[in-house]
């Protein structure tokens, strides 16, 4: 979707007898389910052409091979092997048909290895990465990331440098490469501090809520309005002084046992407990704004409704507003950064299924309109 925010032609491959799950996944626009009204799907598939192609119709390889002739790159995710054994589309397959193709395989356990056939998905990886260990309350069953399948959205922007990568190579040398990508070590990455705290101290790390080891204060905090937070989070003596002036020094704010962050550590709970009796006096943003002025460290948890009005994110023109045949006028993000000569530009709204499936072959691939009705009515386009 980067590439394509910055001008790459994406073709997107699915099935109409097998869609693609995430077509599946809430929230649906107006509350009506759909097979082209997820916004899951929407967000991570603008300026993407989409079409519906059968690769199990010997015909519908055929224009498979049709695409990755024209393609710089192909990207796929299937077990490890599928790809090569059912089709005849592996890397080895596409080098004959383009041989500086570059391939990118992103299957969750790499392309070799004991376990590699093993089949996974995002919120598996979750577990399998370990950061579901990390997350939940130190006295309760661990919740994982809120059934969110994290390696699913870490995995692309190192997919997206490894491409970068192999294109250079490309350049310099006119010869294509295969990059296996294995999500479960992209997940392990984003795990560092906890793997060097063992492997030095021989510590396993755990659950512990909104805390952190060397702050106090440090949470989410309930505040006036109808489930509205703000974390607050003091680290040094500094800042729990000024944290301390801006509730107004209440006495407990001179007791020995939270006179030093050991003192406050030992007695979290307490602590937390006073902090959000004067939290819930106040709407969040006036909360993180008199903690910011002060120099403590706040931000007010947003909604998605906070998302979309938040006066920083509009300045920066995050949010893209794309007509949908479906849904009609949604918001889309754009990408974090912004390249001063070669800006972003959101073209497309998400594909519904199969869309593009006629533009694609006979515009881009150069079908003829005779050719393409004959391979619609033999079942290819399914």
């Keep these: 979707m980067w590439l394509a925010h910055h001008g790459a032609e994406v073709i997107r491959i699915e099935s109409l007898t097998r869609p693609d799950e995430i077509r599946g996944i809430e929230p649906f626009k107006d509350g009506i389910a759909g097979i082209n009204r997820s916004g899951c799907f929407a967000n991570y598939n603008?300026?993407?052409?989409?079409?519906?192609?059968?690769?199990?119709?010997?015909?519908?390889?055929?224009?498979?091979?049709?695409?990755?002739a024209w393609a710089d790159i192909v990207v796929e995710n299937f077990t490890p092997g599928t790809m090569q054994r059912k089709w005849?589309?592996?890397?080895?397959?596409?080098?004959?048909?383009?041989?500086?193709?570059?391939?990118?395989?992103?299957?969750?356990?790499?392309?070799?290895?004991?376990?590699?056939q093993q089949a996974g998905f995002g919120l598996e990886l979750v577990s399998r990465g370990g950061f579901t260990q990390f997350v939940g309350w130190p006295d309760q069953e661990a919740v994982g990331i809120g059934g969110y399948p994290y390696t699913d959205t870490v995995t692309?922007?190192?997919?997206?440098?490894?491409?970068?990568?192999?294109?250079?190579?490309?350049?310099?040398?006119?010869?294509?490469?295969?990059?296996?990508?294995?999500q479960h070590e992209v997940a392990v990455q984003h795990l560092a501090p906890a793997l060097l705290d063992y492997t030095v101290n021989g510590r396993e790390g755990g659950r512990i809520g909104n805390h952190h080891p060397y702050a106090a204060p440090h949470?989410?905090?309930?505040?006036?309005?109808?489930?509205?937070?703000?974390?607050?989070?003091?680290?040094?003596?500094?800042?729990?002084?000024?944290?301390?002036?801006?509730?107004?020094?209440?006495?407990?704010?001179g007791a020995p046992k939270f006179?030093?962050?050991?003192?406050?550590?030992?007695?979290?709970?307490?602590?937390?407990?006073?902090?959000?009796?004067?939290?819930?006096?106040?709407?969040?943003?006036e909360v993180m704004n008199k903690m910011q002025a002060a120099g403590v460290a706040a931000g007010v948890v947003q909604s998605g409704k906070d998302l979309i009005e938040d006066p920083q994110l509009k300045h920066r023109h995050h949010f893209w507003y794309l007509?949908?045949?479906?849904?009609?006028?949604?918001?889309?993000?754009?990408?974090?950064?912004?390249?001063?000569?070669?800006?972003?530009?959101?073209?497309?709204?998400?594909?519904?299924?199969?869309?593009?499936?006629e533009y694609v072959c006979t515009q881009i691939l150069g079908i003829s309109d005779q050719e393409f009705i004959g391979l619609l009515t033999e079942g290819v386009f399914e």
């Excluded at 997919?159 to 250079?168: K, R």
């Excluded at 602590?271 to 819930?280: A, C, G, I, P, S």
């Design 46 to 68: 603008s300026n993407k052409y989409g079409i519906a192609l059968n690769l199990n119709h010997p015909k519908g390889v055929e224009v498979a091979k049709r695409i990755v």
């Design 88 to 116: 005849g589309l592996g890397y080895e397959g596409i080098k004959k048909i383009k041989a500086d193709s570059i391939m990118v395989s992103t299957s969750p356990l790499g392309q070799t290895g004991p376990e590699a």
């Design 156 to 182: 692309p922007p190192i997919a997206v440098i490894a491409i970068m990568a192999a294109l250079e190579y490309r350049r310099r040398t006119g010869k294509g490469q295969y990059i296996d990508l294995s």
């Design 219 to 253: 949470g989410a905090y309930r505040c006036q309005g109808d489930d509205r937070w703000c974390t607050i989070a003091v680290f040094t003596d500094d800042e729990w002084e000024a944290f301390c002036k801006v509730i107004g020094k209440p006495t407990w704010t």
């Design 259 to 285: 006179a030093t962050l050991l003192a406050r550590k030992e007695n979290e709970e307490e602590l937390d407990r006073l902090v959000e009796d004067w939290t819930v006096n106040f709407p969040p943003e």
């Design 323 to 357: 007509n949908h045949p479906e849904m009609g006028l949604c918001a889309y993000d754009g990408p974090p950064f912004k390249l001063s000569e070669t800006p972003a530009e959101l073209r497309m709204p998400a594909p519904c299924l199969g869309e593009h499936t």
